[in-house]
C-alpha cells in the first residue's frame, strides 16, 4: 500500500488541510474534527482503496484504515503539517459545530486512553502470562526473572496516575508537566508508605486522608480537570516574563495538597461507587449482564461509546483487584472472529474471502473494527450472527463468574489474565461464541456475495488533440497538494500531480520536445495543437544533478502519444530524500477558457486534462478561424 498516497486522497476528500481542527488515530482509526462535515466526501473516501469505511460518531469523523493506521496517520501529518503527537494542538471547540457534553465526555476519554492502550495491552498480557508460569511451576515468584518481568508487567499500571496525568493534560489544555509532577507527588514513596499504614497527615492543623493513589484512575483525572480551571487564573496573575515559572510553582503548592485532602478523597468515593454500583448489578444477574454485554459490546465500538466502559474496568481492578466484565467482552470478540470465518468458508468472491481470511486473525488479537466494517456489518446478516453468538458466549461467562487480574484488550491473548475462578467456564464460553458464529454465518449469515469495495469508473473525454493523457501511473492529487510553493500556487500555470507508481514517463501528447534539462528532472512538450507542457518529476530533485534519471529524447525532437521519454528510479529517488510527485503543468494556461482536470483517483493510461480552447482563436477542422 502506498500510504502516502492513500493519505493525500483522505486529505483532499475530507476538505484539505484548513478543514482539520483536530486529527488523531486509534489503532485502527483515522479520528478528525472536522470544521464543516459537509465538506467532506464521504462517498469518494469510502471507494478509496485503503480504506474499511468511514464513521460518524461521538463528534468524530471517523476513516477505519485497520492495522496500517499508523502508517497512513504519519503520512497525513507529513501532507497537512500537523504536529506528530497524534494530536493536533487547537481545541475541539474550534470546530463550526459545538459538540454535546456526551460526545465531548467520549473525546476526552478516548482521547486519554488511546495513545497508551497497547501498552496497558502488553503489559496486562505480560502479568497474566508469568501467573501461568507459576501456576505450571515454570517460575518462582522468588525468582530474580520474575520479579524483572513483573516490574515490567506491573509498572504502567502501578504509576497509571502519571500517564493519565499526561494524557488529560493534553486534553484539557494545561502543562503536562506539571500535571505529571501532580500525579507522581500521588505516588511518591514516603506519602506512599505512610498512607498504606492508615497514618494520619497533617497540613498545617487539617487532617489528611490516608489514601493510596497506585493504580487508579479517577482521582487524578479530577486532579487535572481542577488544574485547567486554576491555570489559567494563576496565569493572569504574573506578568509573561515570569509566567513560565510562577504559575507552574503556584500550581504545586496550591494542588498537591488539595488533591491530598479534597480532591483526590472525592475522587475515591466516586471510584469506591462505581465499582460497588457495577458489582451490585453484575451480582443481580450475571447470566444477565453477560448476555447483554456480549451481545451488544460490538454495537458499543460501533458507536464509539466503548470508551466510557475502559475507565470502569480499570477502575475495578485497581479498586477491587480484578473485573468481571473484560472475560464476558472476549466472547463478543471471538464470535466476530467466528462469523469472519464463517464467511471465508461460504462465500465465492475471491475478495470478500481475502478480507474474511485475514479478519479472523486481526479479531483473534482484539482488533475487530476491520471485521466488523469490512466483513460482518457489510453483510449484515453476519454480524447478527455474532451479536447472537456473543451473548451466548457472553452468558456462560457471566455464569461461571470469571474475573481478569489485569486489564488488556479483550482477546485470545488476554487468557492468561482470566485465570483463577470460572477460568474452565471462560474457555467453554468463547469456544461456543466462536464456533457457534461460525456455524450460523455459514449456514444462515451469508445469501449473495457483495464486492469488498465500490469502484468508480473514472470520468471518459474524446481522446483529442486538447486531451492531455497522463504520463506516468500512480495516484492523481491536486497541485495545490503538492510541497512547492511555486508549483501548488499555480503560478506556472494550472494541472495536476501524480504520486508515481513507477519511473516511466510516456509523452501525454503528440508534440514536440521544447525543452530538455541536463538533470533530466524535468521535460518541456508543446503539442501539435499548441498545448505547451512542462513534465517536472519531484521536488528540489534538481539537486541530484540527473543521478537516477535517464532522459530518452533529445530538444526539438517530435514524439507520439505513449512514447517513453524519461525513466527515473522511484525507489531511489525516495532512498534519497526527495519527494517524487510528477508535475503536469499547463504554462499557457492564459490561452485557453478552461483546463479541465479528471475526476479519476489512478493514472493508469487514461486522460488527465482537457483543454478548452477560446472562442476567438478555435479553430475549425478546415483550418479557418471561427
Not at 525532437?557 to 510528477?582: L, M, N, P, S, W
Request: charged share 10%.
Amino acid at each position: 500500500m502506498d500510504y502516502k498516497a492513500l493519505a493525500q486522497q483522505i486529505l483532499t476528500n475530507i476538505g484539505g488541510k484548513e478543514n482539520i481542527v483536530k486529527a488523531w488515530h486509534c489503532a485502527t482509526r483515522l479520528r478528525f474534527n472536522l470544521k464543516a462535515v459537509d465538506k467532506a466526501d464521504t462517498d469518494a473516501i469510502n471507494n478509496l482503496d485503503g480504506v474499511i469505511t468511514v464513521v460518524q460518531s461521538a463528534g468524530q469523523y471517523q476513516v477505519v484504515i485497520g492495522n496500517s493506521v499508523a502508517k497512513v496517520y504519519d503520512a497525513l501529518v507529513d501532507l497537512a503539517g500537523l504536529a506528530n503527537d497524534n494530536a493536533a494542538a487547537q481545541p475541539v471547540e474550534a470546530a463550526g459545530e459545538k459538540q454535546n457534553i456526551v460526545n465531548r465526555f467520549i473525546a476526552f476519554i478516548s482521547g486519554i486512553f488511546t495513545p497508551f492502550l497497547g501498552a496497558l495491552a502488553g503489559a496486562g498480557i505480560l502479568k497474566g502470562l508469568l501467573a501461568l508460569f507459576v501456576a505450571l511451576n515454570w517460575l518462582s515468584a522468588n525468582s530474580g526473572a520474575y520479579k524483572i518481568w513483573y516490574a515490567a508487567g506491573d509498572a504502567i499500571f502501578y504509576f497509571l496516575p502519571i500517564f493519565l496525568a499526561f494524557t488529560a493534560a493534553k486534553q484539557l489544555h494545561v502543562n503536562q508537566f506539571v500535571s505529571v509532577s501532580l500525579g507522581a507527588a500521588l505516588l511518591y514513596p514516603t506519602l506512599v508508605s505512610v498512607m498504606s499504614k492508615s497514618a494520619t497527615l497533617h497540613f498545617f492543623g487539617i487532617p489528611v486522608v490516608p489514601t493510596t493513589y497506585t493504580s487508579t484512575v479517577i482521582p487524578i483525572l479530577l486532579a487535572v480537570w481542577v488544574l485547567s480551571y486554576l491555570e489559567p487564573l494563576f496565569d493572569k496573575l504574573f506578568p509573561e516574563a515570569i509566567r513560565n515559572i510562577f504559575t507552574p510553582l503556584l500550581s504545586l503548592i496550591v494542588m498537591v495538597p488539595l488533591t491530598m485532602m479534597v480532591v483526590g478523597p472525592i475522587g475515591g468515593a466516586i471510584s469506591n461507587a462505581l465499582a460497588n454500583g457495577m458489582m451490585a448489578v453484575y451480582n443481580f444477574l450475571p447470566i444477565g449482564a453477560g448476555l447483554i454485554m456480549g451481545a451488544f459490546w460490538q454495537v458499543f465500538v460501533i458507536f464509539g461509546v466503548h470508551w466510557t466502559f475502559v475507565p470502569l474496568m480499570m477502575n475495578n481492578i485497581a479498586k477491587m483487584g480484578y473485573d468481571p466484565l473484560l472475560p464476558i467482552l472476549s466472547a463478543a470478540v471471538l464470535s466476530q472472529a467466528g462469523a469472519a470465518l464463517g464467511v471465508f468458508l461460504k462465500s465465492k468472491d475471491p475478495k470478500m474471502k481475502a478480507l474474511a481470511g485475514s479478519s479472523v486473525i486481526t479479531a483473534f488479537f482484539g482488533i475487530t473494527e476491520p471485521t466488523i466494517y469490512g466483513v460482518t456489518l457489510k453483510l449484515k446478516r453476519p454480524f447478527y450472527c455474532a451479536v447472537a453468538g456473543g451473548a451466548v458466549g457472553g452468558a456462560i461467562a457471566g455464569a461461571f463468574q470469571v474475573h481478569a487480574s489485569s486489564f488488556t484488550l479483550p482477546s485470545l491473548l488476554a487468557l492468561p489474565t482470566y485465570l483463577g475462578q470460572g477460568f474452565a467456564g471462560e474457555l467453554i464460553g468463547l469456544a461456543v461464541a466462536f464456533v457457534g458464529a461460525a456455524i450460523l454465518t455459514y449456514f444462515f449469515g451469508v445469501t449473495n456475495d457483495v464486492p469488498v469495495k465500490a469502484t468508480t469508473a473514472p470520468k471518459t473525454a474524446e481522446i483529442d488533440d486538447d486531451t492531455i493523457m497522463a504520463p506516468v501511473e500512480g495516484t492523481i492529487i491536486p497541485l495545490t497538494s503538492v510541497k512547492d510553493e511555486v508549483f501548488a500556487s499555480e503560478a506556472m500555470g494550472k494541472g495536476l500531480a501524480i504520486v508515481p507508481t513507477n519511473g516511466e514517463v510516456v509523452s501525454p501528447v503528440a508534440g514536440t520536445v521544447s525543452a530538455v534539462y541536463p538533470t533530466g528532472h524535468a521535460i518541456g512538450i508543446t503539442s501539435d495543437n499548441g498545448a505547451e507542457i512542462l513534465i517536472h518529476i519531484g521536488i528540489d530533485t534538481v539537486q541530484l544533478n540527473g543521478k537516477y534519471f535517464e532522459t530518452l529524447v533529445k530538444q526539438n525532437a517530435h514524439v507520439d502519444r505513449g512514447d517513453v521519454v524519461t525513466k527515473f528510479d522511484v525507489d531511489q529517488i525516495k532512498a534519497a530524500g526527495y519527494d517524487t510527485t510528477v508535475m503536469i503543468i499547463v504554462t499557457n494556461t492564459a490561452s485557453y477558457q478552461a483546463v479541465e482536470p479528471t475526476t479519476a483517483t489512478e493514472a493508469q493510461g487514461n486522460w488527465l486534462l482537457k483543454l478548452q480552447p477560446k472562442p476567438e482563436t478555435a479553430t475549425s477542422k478546415e483550418g479557418a478561424t471561427i
